[in-house]
Nanobody
Framework: QVRLVESGGGLVQAGGSLSLSCAAS????????MGWFRQAPGKEREFVAA????????NYADFVKGRFTISRDNAKKTVLLSMNSLNVEDTAVYYC????????????????WGQGTQVTVSA
């Protein structure tokens, strides 16, 4: 069983930056695709970014392209999400998740989730 713990959320002004980290426990971390999702109040959970098992391939939601960067360190069992040029619409709880696929964008393809970390962007 994989346990995922996010950290790095907080309050930032619009235009600022934050970096989120996801620490995984358990074995076979490098055999999982990893992703970041977010959920704002009253909205469904949505895909943000994904990274393949080896880290060489990434995929982003259109609304974060050019602003967010996902990366992973398999030796440290961590996944990072670097977020720049944040705006108020980025306010949400951000979740790290694991998929058995090499990479996926749909919530239903992910079977382990962290508890989430709050990101709040003020105007």
């Amino acid at each position: 069983q994989v346990r995922l713990v996010e950290s790095g959320g907080g309050l930032v002004q619009a235009g600022g930056s934050l970096s989120l980290s996801c620490a995984a426990s358990g074995r076979f971390f490098s055999s999982y695709g990893m992703g970041w999702f977010r959920q704002a109040p009253g909205k469904e959970r949505e895909f943000v970014a994904a990274v393949s098992r080896g880290g060489s391939n990434t995929n982003y939601a259109d609304f974060v392209k050019g602003r967010f960067t996902i990366s992973r360190d398999n030796a440290k069992k961590t996944v990072l999400l670097s977020m720049n040029s944040l705006n108020v619409e980025d306010t949400a709880v951000y979740y790290c998740a694991k998929t058995n696929a090499n990479m996926a964008v749909s919530v239903r393809h992910y079977d382990s989730w962290g508890q989430g970390t709050q990101v709040t962007v003020s105007a």
